[in-house]
């Protein structure tokens, strides 16, 4: 049923407020100026309410279904880590406090810098950035002043995997740069003949290479050390994207592989709710050569206190006061409950409840890569085998009739009817099985009833959308 809009619930003379006595002398409206054409809707608190409450229930959301939304990391996040962000020694603390009396606070980003360092293998980080992308166009920034002060200023050429995040070559771009694609090989790996020839051709002009690791395959690079070596020599940087850092954690620390920069997505792998484009953190991490270009402030102790520190050759301020703060308390919670031990659990139980799904849908599904073990994530392909008329984006629309949100589709670019699925170490088997069993039912009607598949969804409030046109033409007003 399609919730019917307020105006249409209104009765006149209807009224959701009761306002106290008058007790200052009354005074006349205005006789002009005045509008009395506006159509408001009259109705009672309760109906009000209730439309609000049933649209939020019409939200699908990682504390209401399974979101195994490739690249995302939509895992569930533990309440205890938003009571710690909402106290209201945080919530209430104004950014311009004085430094002594925000000691707590600056205490906590401190502790948070220097945990994230740890987990990262990285000399320091800028918790200031205020997402994945943000971190990237920082980090190249960064790395671009670092060889330009160094008298390397023509080195203006970044390489980026085909399989990499669409945000790298995107932020690479905005950086002034210029992107040369690399290609993968057949097993999902950066190519290095490619690479290496990539890298001859041009010579003094490279800048680096911004690597996705895991990348969006869902591979960890079998050629890593060699790919970063070689930058290396050529005298170029590496950036890694480390959105992906879900499949790591405690168990490998880029900064120690040779990473010089890299991201940590605070809102993705760190347990602040994201998907709605909320308030994230895309902290910037640096090795010690590069540490000085970090964005400022950073937090840092000088004579037994807490004090705003700017790094010796910043790139600058890129956002305001001290980053997302509240997103940073949650990452902050969250280190300290899981402690070491923990945070592998994580790593361990995102990859084993991956390769889980994989193993148990391989047979059904194409996956170009299946033969690998993957990491937090694989990609599937929608071409079911007898059904020619089913595509990826049927499959996406017939989960939501079974209470699952889709997986990311149709990227990465380089898999085509792409499925990107990423699980989440949150996720209980059960779920996984009901992901599984329903996958596979969802295979059986695509080749016996595969017009239940490209009408879907049939349970939703409203059925299949002209998605084109509510992207190009969106009707976000009830008038008509
Ligand atoms: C999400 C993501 C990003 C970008 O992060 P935002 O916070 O959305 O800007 C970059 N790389 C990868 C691999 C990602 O999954």
């Not at 309410?49 to 209401?64: K, P």
């Not at 948070?112 to 950035?129: D, K, M, N, T």
């Not at 305001?320 to 940073?328: D, M």
């Not at 589709?409 to 088997?429: D, G, N, Q, R, W």
Request: hydrophobic share 40%.
């Amino acid at each position: 049923m399609i919730e019917p809009l307020l105006i249409e619930l209104s009765k006149p003379g209807r009224c959701g407020t009761s306002l106290p006595a008058l007790d200052v002398p009354e005074t006349p409206l205005p006789a002009e100026g005045l509008r009395d054409e506006l159509p408001l809707p009259e109705l009672a608190e309760p109906q009000v309410v209730r439309h609000y409450t049933h649209l939020s229930q019409l939200n699908y959301a990682i504390d209401t279904v399974f979101y195994p939304l490739g690249s995302c990391t939509m895992k569930y996040n533990p309440k205890v880590d938003d009571v710690a962000a909402t106290q209201p020694g945080f919530t209430r603390l104004h950014p311009l406090t004085a430094e002594e009396d925000a000691q707590g606070a600056l205490r906590l980003m401190l502790a948070l810098q220097r945990l994230l360092a740890e987990i990262g293998g990285f000399a320091a980080v800028s918790l200031l950035p205020a997402a994945g992308a943000q971190g990237e166009l920082i980090g190249v920034l960064m790395i671009r002043k670092y060889l330009y002060d160094r008298g390397e200023t023509a080195r203006r050429v970044v390489l980026v995997p085909d399989s990499a995040h669409g945000t790298n070559p995107a932020t690479t771009a905005m950086s002034g740069l210029t992107v040369r694609q690399v290609p993968s090989d057949a097993r999902g790996n950066v190519d290095l003949a490619a690479l290496g020839a990539l890298i001859d051709e041009l010579g003094p002009q490279l800048l680096g290479l911004m690597l996705t690791n895991p990348n969006t395959l869902g591979l960890f690079d079998e050629g890593l050390t060699e790919i970063i070596a070689r930058v290396h020599n050529a005298g170029g940087l590496v950036y890694g994207d480390g959105a992906n850092l879900n499949a790591l954690l405690g168990a490998l620390k880029p900064g120690h592989m040779g990473f010089d920069v890299m991201h940590f997505n605070l809102h993705k792998t760190f347990a602040t709710p994201h998907g709605g484009g909320g308030p994230g953190a895309g902290t910037v991490a640096a090795s010690a050569a590069l540490a000085d270009y970090l964005p400022a402030p950073l937090v840092g102790e000088v004579d037994g206190l807490v004090r705003w520190v700017t790094p010796a050759h910043t790139v600058g301020r890129m956002k305001a006061f001290g980053g997302n703060f509240a997103v940073l308390v949650r990452a902050y919670v969250y280190l300290r409950m899981l402690g070491a031990d923990g945070l592998r659990a994580v790593s361990e139980n995102a990859v084993i409840n991956a390769n889980y799904l994989q193993a148990r849908l391989r047979d059904l599904y194409p996956i170009p890569h299946g033969d690998r073990r993957c990491m937090h994530e694989f990609v599937a392909q929608g071409l079911l085998a007898g059904a020619p008329g089913v595509k990826t984006l049927d499959i996406a629309k017939r989960l939501l009739d079974f209470g699952i949100h889709p997986p990311t589709v149709y990227f990465p670019l380089i898999v085509p009817e792409a499925l990107m699925i990423e699980p989440t170490e949150t996720e209980s088997k059960e779920t996984l099985d009901y992901f599984i069993d329903t996958m596979r039912q969802i295979a059986d009607e695509a080749r016996n009833t595969p017009d239940l598949l490209t009408t879907a969804p049939h349970n939703t409030p409203l059925c299949r959308l002209d998605e084109v046109k509510a992207a190009r033409q969106p009707s976000l007003c009830w008038l008509k």
